[in-house]
């Protein structure tokens, strides 16, 4: 990276992200071309994983002890920053994009954005950008489980109500999906 706190930002956009973490993904919210993304992921090797080529080129990390390293130097309010960074580019793309679909709620529930996650839950996008049911089930299931915790966090009734009863309705959807 061009200067070392711009290096430590990309670390914790990199280490906020789900795993596999879609290099393309990264790239746009760095704000870099992709082969910049996989030259500076290129860098942390041997400790990240970079599997496939181009545009469909996915990263993790090799292992939990090198994770954790970067996390910390990192630090709790820059990684909750990078989440909410994270959040904000992907929400307007969660209707097309199906890793947004997919991490959206996690990231703004990691950034502590808790009324956008129950507003998520109620309002959507739904995950419809996820062709497999089963995926996109699982990510209907993870939704409602942190919609849940978001409002039992903030303590409005009427809230949880509306969440739990999304929750159902989810159910209720997952059971017609697999019959």
Known sequence: APDAARALDWVGALVAMGRPAPVASFAA?????????????????????????GSDATVGFRDEDFETDLRDRVGSVALAAAHARI???????????????GAVADHLFAAGRTADVVRLVLEGPRPDA???????????RRRAALGIRAAVGGGDRASMARVIFAAAEFARGEEATIQ
């Open 87 to 101: 959040a904000d580019a992907l929400l307007p793309v969660a209707e097309t994009d199906p890793y947004a679909a």
């Open 130 to 140: 996820i062709d497999d049911p089963l995926a996109r089930l699982r990510v209907n």
């Open 29 to 53: 919210l760095t704000g870099q071309p992709v082969l910049a993304a996989r030259r500076f992921v290129r860098a942390l090797e041997p400790g990240v994983l970079l599997e496939g080529s």
